[in-house]
């Protein structure tokens, strides 16, 4: 017995076909080229977007804290700036005091400059002058000075302030400061040599190393009126910082930019920071968005090669379905004998679900001139099994009915020859013997349903009781009987197809028949038609089989 | 592939059990036919393996039986000698009685 469920993947035999659609299928995977999904380039996109959006404020965000850091260290370099002006003004000062007091005494202001003057102290060349023209300084400690020394006492500088004298395109350039009490008395002028180059770093003074700076002498940034700068290079590119400072009588500008980053490197780096990571993230997004993809489409392909499988069996399927039903067509018998007085009619339909076909058949014999053998059956089972015991079965009758016609003796050996094989299946048989003159009939059943008599108004089930079917192992008996039969009756012998319904009484679906059955012949309708339209159509799930057999007087 | 499974297709449950006397019990819910008598079959088959003197078929709540179904029941009987239905509907204790079959698969009284 085949299974009929049209869910099995692969009908039982097929497996050297079933494996071609799989081999051949399974190129197509790998002959795709990779393609990035529109879901991942957005994203990529998207991520790089916000990534750059993030990047530039932080970048913003740093470059104004680093100006705000920035002006406040131009702030503190004033300060302290602004602080050096009294410890130089205040030496000089004492000293002019003294020298105006001890009328221009050269040894007494010799004695008091000297701990000011020296390397690590605060002035390298200090000179007493006398106001009014003089050409040589009345006394001078340290170095000597270098520039327009004689200018000091020629100059009306001043009197009571820091003078700032800058002598910046001097050979020998130097920054000097004067001062002087009154404009009749002495000046004491004090003067430093700048590097030529003015490439100086701030002595010592490592609360600043993080900046840099240029130094100029008046308001003005002029290269002229550098006098000290940090780096090679001026002007200053990038962020800087400039701010004048007060000194004495004179000014300073002071211009400052950074070393590094003022706000500590991780500020500085985190704009590039961001952008990194952004980066990496989008394109892991886009990775996984990609890997998703791709699996969704994988799936799809999948699906897509299932559903070939699933038509290429489908297909077999439906050619073994066709060659079943072949073979069944072609062992039903495909003429009916003539028989005088007799209308014999015959009809096959497969069971709706298309499934494999079953064991049903049927065969009308002409016994002599006046007498025929009808034989209707049911091998269990269905399949290419079902037809082929269908046909041996069939064949058997067909040699009993030449030896002996009798329905009960046909049963009997038929069982006989079953019982004498190894074989896994039953068939349900009725055999009917037909007289067609004497219009009587002679039924026996092996488990068979009794056949249908219309007798020209009514209709009735011939009574019969039905012995085991053909199969059984244990010895049966089959009975006989014989039933008068009035002129013009209809005799209809069917298989269980035309009247099982799922939980329902056989009963019911028998006296169904029976009604469509004599409805049916009052219209004067085609019976087996009839009931074909009316009972195999719907609910039926067998195949079926019936025969009719008309008297026509 | 709906185009082939035009039917509901059956559902059948199947339980075994043993009882005290040795009998096998072979207890079927919902619907027998061609499309499933095959898994009752490897299941009859597992069970008559054991040569138990008796297999009780439990139909209280089998609905439908068809011819497939009838043969496997047919199969135990020639394979373990006595096979009684217990229960049987009235569908199906009909089917049996027009099959011809009361005095292979007898009916529990």
């Known amino acids: ?553 | 592939m709906a185009e082939l499974g035009d039917t509901k297709p059956a559902t059948l449950r199947i339980d075994t059990h043993a009882e005290e006397s040795g009998a096998a019990v072979i207890t079927l819910a919902g619907d027998l036919d061609m499309s499933n008598a095959d898994r009752l079959k490897e299941t009859v088959a597992a069970v008559t393996a054991e040569r138990p003197p008796l297999v009780i078929f439990s139909l209280a709540s089998l609905r439908f039986i068809d011819s497939a179904g009838i043969a496997v029941m047919l199969r135990a009987a020639t394979d373990v000698g006595e096979v009684r239905l217990r229960e049987p509907t009235a569908p199906i204790r009909r089917v049996v009685e027009l099959t011809g079959l009361g005095h292979v698969l007898q009916i529990e009284p």
């Not at chain 1, 004498?420 to 219009?439: I, K, P, S």
């Not at chain 1, 009052?522 to 074909?532: V, W």
């Open chain 1, 1 to 553: 017995m085949t299974d009929a469920q049209p869910a099995a993947v692969t009908p039982a035999g097929t497996d050297s076909q079933d494996t071609e659609p799989a081999r051949s299928s399974g190129r197509t995977p790998q002959a795709r080229r990779w393609r990035p999904s529109g879901a991942a380039l957005l994203g990529v996109v998207l991520g790089l977007i916000v990534t750059a959006a993030l990047s530039l404020t932080a970048l913003s965000v740093y470059n104004h804290n680093e100006r705000r850091l920035l002006k406040l260290r131009v702030h503190e370099v004033d300060l302290v700036l602004a602080a050096t002006a009294p410890t130089i003004q205040t030496p000089l000062a004492s000293a002019a005091e003294l020298a105006d007091a001890t009328g221009g005494n050269a040894a007494k202001f010799s004695s008091f400059m000297v701990p000011f003057v020296g390397p690590g102290r605060e002035f390298t060349s200090v000179s007493l002058w006398k106001l009014g023209g003089a050409k040589r300084p009345v006394a001078s400690v340290g170095v000597a000075p270098a520039n327009a020394a004689n200018r000091v006492a020629t100059l009306a500088l001043r009197p009571g302030s820091l003078n700032v004298m800058g002598e910046l395109s001097s050979p020998r350039p130097s920054l000097g400061f004067e001062y002087n009490g009154s404009s009749k008395g002495y000046a004491v002028y004090s003067e430093d040599p700048l590097p030529s180059s003015r490439r100086s770093s701030l002595q010592g003074n490592s609360a600043f190393a993080d900046l840099n700076y240029a130094v100029y002498l008046g308001r003005a940034q002029r290269p002229s009126d550098l006098l000290l700068t940090s780096v090679k290079e001026l002007p200053f590119r990038g962020l800087h910082e400039s701010d004048t400072v007060p000194f004495g009588s004179g000014t300073f500008t002071l211009v400052v930019a950074p070393v590094g980053s003022l706000g500590g490197q991780f500020f500085k780096d985190l704009p590039w920071i961001i952008l990194g990571v952004g980066v990496l993230i989008s394109l892991a997004a886009a990775t996984m968005t990609e890997r998703l993809a791709f699996g969704r489409q994988r799936a799809l392909r999948l699906a897509g090669e299932l559903d070939r499988v699933a038509a290429e069996n489908r297909r077999m399927y439906i050619e073994q379905r066709d060659v079943s039903m072949t073979l069944q067509h072609a062992l039903l018998p495909d003429t009916l004998p003539e028989v005088p007085g007799l209308r014999v009619a015959t009809r096959y339909v497969p069971a709706p679900s298309g499934g494999d076909v079953g064991g049903d058949w049927y065969d009308v014999i002409a016994v002599d001139s006046n007498t025929v053998l009808l034989v209707i059956g049911d091998v269990s089972g269905h399949g290419l099994e079902a037809a082929t015991t269908m046909a041996l079965v069939r064949h058997a009758v067909l040699a009993y009915v030449a030896q002996d016609p009798a329905p009960a003796t046909v049963l009997g050996k038929l069982s006989e020859f079953v019982r004498g094989r190894t074989h896994d299946y039953f068939a349900t048989v009725l055999c009917v013997l037909v007289e067609v003159q004497a219009h009587r009939i002679t039924l026996a059943s092996a488990g068979h349903l009794p056949p249908l008599l219309l007798d020209g108004h009514d209709a009735r089930f011939v009574s019969l009781s039905a012995d085991p079917p053909i199969g059984f192992p244990t010895v049966a008996e089959y009975h006989q009987t014989s039933v008068s039969v009035p002129p013009g009756a209809t005799l209809v012998a069917f298989t269980d197809g035309l009247v099982e319904r799922r939980g329902e009484v056989l009963d019911v679906g028998l006296e169904r028949l029976r009604e469509i059955a004599r409805s049916g012949q009052r219209a004067g309708e085609d019976i087996l038609g009839r009931l074909a339209r009316d009972l195999t159509s719907d609910d039926h799930h067998d195949d079926t089989a019936m025969v009719s057999i008309r008297w026509q007087s």
